[in-house]
């Protein structure tokens, strides 16, 4: 049982290019989440999903897309990177009246 | 809208004394509210959480947190600090279905030999 896991773990980007981060979780939660945390501000909601096939923005949804084509996956993409999406970014996981599971993070640098 | 407040960016504490992380939130109808922990390039561990019934909770570690409705506060403490309790501590409200947390802006602790 792995849980909340993250692929990559870190990545360089230049301004400008795209790249996708994959979330996978194994515990049949319903709700999937990605949040990014930058110093001093905690973490924020970038866009959730509560179920395959639906999503839904955050608070900080500008410059990212998402998508659930599958329950256990959730993909957060970013089209155009730009220095301000330099962050650590973290998928979170649950089910109705439970706790968030949270992965190890993917820590992402743009040039 | 809902929002946490984390009062203290910095705090210092000598090992082995006592320690109080305040929170303090912002929601309409009765929170989930949770702590979490990060230490330092890590992810985020769950202490304790608090969804309904006794308002004192006991978490991992060692750490306890009170509900206080009347004055909106889910206050974390221990008894005393070990070394390895120095991290970044996050308070986190949310409503128990789909909408996601909300998150204070942590409260780093640093604790003194």
């Known amino acids: ?9 870190f990545r360089v980007l230049k301004t400008g290019q795209s790249m996708t981060l994959l979330c996978a979780q194994d515990m049949n939660h319903e709700y999937m989440y990605w949040y990014r945390q930058d110093p001093g501000m905690g973490l924020r909601l970038i866009h959730y999903s ?3 096939g639906t999503t839904a923005k955050g608070e900080v949804p500008d410059g990212y897309n998402v998508s659930r084509l599958k329950k256990q996956n959730f993909l957060l993409g970013l089209e155009s990177a730009a220095p301000s999406q330099t962050s650590v970014y973290f998928c979170a996981s649950t089910r109705t009246g439970e706790t968030q599971y949270f992965g190890p993070g993917t820590r992402l640098l743009v040039l | 809208a809902q929002s946490v407040t984390q009062p203290d960016i910095h705090i210092t504490v000598s090992e082995g004394a006592s ?3 305040r929170c303090n939130y912002s929601y309409g109808a009765t929170p989930y509210l949770f702590w979490y922990v990060q230490s ?10 608090y969804f309904s019934g006794d308002t004192l909770v006991q978490g991992i570690k060692g750490f306890e947190a009170e509900f206080k409705r009347s004055q909106s506060s889910f206050n974390l403490r221990k008894p005393s600090v070990h070394w390895s309790d120095a991290a970044e501590y996050f308070c986190a409200v949310g409503e128990g279905g789909a909408d996601g947390l909300t998150f204070g802006k942590g409260t780093h602790l640093i604790i003194q030999p």
């Open chain 1, 1 to 9: 049982n792995a849980g909340v896991t993250q692929t990559p773990k």
């Open chain 2, 19 to 21: 320690l109080e992380l």
């Open chain 2, 40 to 49: 330092p390039g890590q992810g985020l561990q769950l202490l304790l959480k």
């Open chain 1, 50 to 52: 509560v179920g395959e």
